[in-house]
């Protein structure tokens, strides 16, 4: 399966902005690329690119006063099949954990595990280990939260998700980021291209979501506790502690964004 993806970011400006931006697709998925996902600015400006300590690929500018543009576009090879599932997946006990995956056992901005430890064992500590116990927690917080865009909180936590019961997909995710990790699974969120590929038609614009993943059986599986089920065309870019690691366009400046439009879908060919 062909995917088309890209990306166009439109700001009104009121001084020099210094920016960061985490939109080129990650690198486990790079070989894929049918052609790079070159970043591109209107009007031109010199573009630097880093790796964070987290091994997201990051381009980094200064904006002029006036209208920017940022833009990306590319196309990648898929397999086409939903996000696999393993029903078998094991939890590693804790003193067996690899040492890089153990800052996915802390509590974080979003994620307030100290809050929410107790409310977590009590929910789910009589479930099974491994998968189930992740998917016991994704189908509570998938029933819990209501989902709508009006609904969207730059600042909201988990905590907060959980008393208030209603978000956007990084609100599930943080939510179920949490409570893993408060039942001692290594946990880490994500973020990327995800559409609605083979669903019925007509499916809505591309957009950017927020999803998870989870160390299980030796590696990082993945979950989504917004959408509760296998996906089809999930495209990472990066992945984080939480959305405070890992924000598409970080400016440190006032600005407005004036233009926002995502392309993910299938293509023939």
């Known amino acids: ?40 600015s209107i009007p031109a400006v010199p573009i630097t690119s880093y790796r964070d300590s987290f091994g997201n690929w990051c381009s980094r500018l200064v904006a002029p006063p006036g209208q920017f543009v940022l833009t990306t576009e590319t196309v990648i090879q898929d397999s086409g099949e939903p996000d696999p599932v393993d029903m078998n997946a094991w939890q590693t006990p804790v003193e067996d954990l690899p040492p890089d995956v153990l800052m996915y056992m802390l509590g974080s901005r979003y994620c307030e595990t100290d809050k929410l430890s107790d409310f977590a064992w009590q929910q789910f500590g009589n479930t099974p280990l491994g998968w189930a116990r992740v998917q016991a927690i994704c189908d509570f917080v998938h029933n819990h939260i209501t989902f709508g865009y009006q609904h969207s909180r730059a600042t909201r936590t988990a905590a907060e998700a ?27 969120y994500c973020t990327g291209y995800l559409s609605d590929i083979g669903k019925p038609l007509p499916h809505p614009p591309g957009d950017f979501a927020a999803w998870m993943e989870v160390y299980l059986s030796g590696r990082w599986q993945t979950f989504d506790p917004r959408n509760n089920t296998p996906m089809i065309g999930r495209i990472l870019i990066a992945t984080g502690r ?18 926002f439009e995502v392309i993910t879908e299938e293509i023939a060919g």
Do not use: K, W
């Open 242 to 259: 939480d959305a405070a690691d890992v924000p598409l366009t970080h400016t440190f400046g006032p600005n407005e964004l004036t233009g």
């Open 162 to 188: 959980l008393q208030e019961g209603r978000g956007v997909c990084r609100d599930y995710t943080h939510l179920a980021v949490a409570l893993c990790r408060c039942m001692n699974i290594p946990t880490r």
């Open 1 to 40: 399966m062909r995917i088309q993806l890209g990306t166009t970011f439109t700001y009104q400006m009121h001084q020099p902005t210094p920016m960061i931006m985490l939109l080129n697709v990650h690198h486990s998925r790079v070989g894929m690329l049918e052609r790079p996902d070159h970043l591109h």
